[in-house]
């Protein structure tokens, strides 16, 4: 298993070679992309930035929570920072096993997991020149 | 003592800053690092109980500090 921040476009063929081999009767992709509206707003791109250290050992810990409970160990995902364009594939979760059920729960679980522990965050940037970070309006859980 | 605190997106244009040295007295906790935090100028814009970590990891309110830490004020995050 592997994970990654990452500055440059995904290769997401190259991760798919990565996690298979002859074991697998399965490869399950995930891929996120940044979409042109969101919120009824028109998107030209987005801004992803990260507190490093603690989003790779969250990612970390996902992966390895996902091979305990899933016995996928053939996982790898990769986030990208930076300025990305509409279309661009933002984040790719990829898990093989030799049968189809934990190669999707534990993609499932590794994108869900994501999204709502990793300190990663989005500014978003529309068509009209505005610019907001997503998700800044919600009110936080507070500190545990 | 010190601690180091990281601001993020959000938080980060809010004060204006990513990261500010803070001296704290002996026995501080993380609650106390949020209060001197909104007291600063755009502090204001702070939700009253952010998410915190500390040295990388989620903490609580009353997480005692011992100098040296990196505390981290989480804004909702938004990966994916």
Redesign the interface.
């Known amino acids: 298993m592997r994970i990654a921040l990452v500055d440059g476009p995904i290769d997401v063929s190259a991760l798919i070679v990565e996690v298979s081999d002859d074991s697998c009767g399965a490869a399950t992709v995930f891929l996120g992309c940044v979409r042109d509206v969101n919120e009824g707003r028109a998107v030209t791109g987005i801004e992803y930035s990260a507190y490093r250290s603690m989003a790779e050992r969250e990612m970390t810990a996902i992966a390895r929570e996902a091979a305990e409970r899933f016995g996928v160990t053939r996982l790898v995902v990769e986030h990208r920072l930076g300025t990305l364009r509409l279309g661009d594939v933002s984040v790719a979760v990829v898990a093989a096993h030799p049968h189809r059920a934990p190669a999707l729960d534990a993609m499932r679980f590794a994108i869900e997991q994501l999204k709502r522990r990793v300190p990663i965050w989005k500014l978003e940037l529309y068509v009209d020149g505005t610019r907001e970070w997503v998700g800044a309006g919600a009110v936080p859980e507070g500190v545990r | 003592m010190t601690v180091t605190v990281?601001l993020?997106?959000?938080y980060a244009?809010a004060l204006g800053k990513s990261a500010i040295e803070l001296d704290v007295a002996p026995g501080s906790t993380?609650?106390d690092i949020?209060g001197t935090l909104s007291a600063m100028p755009g502090g204001d814009r702070l939700?009253p109980?952010?998410?915190?970590?500390v040295n990388?990891?989620?903490?609580?309110?009353s997480t005692a500090l011992h100098g040296g830490e990196e505390v981290?004020v989480?804004?909702?995050?938004?990966?994916?």
């Open positions: 990281l993020f997106a959000s244009d993380v609650r949020l939700p109980r952010p998410l915190v970590a990388q990891e989620y903490a609580s309110a981290a989480i804004p909702p995050v938004a990966g994916g």
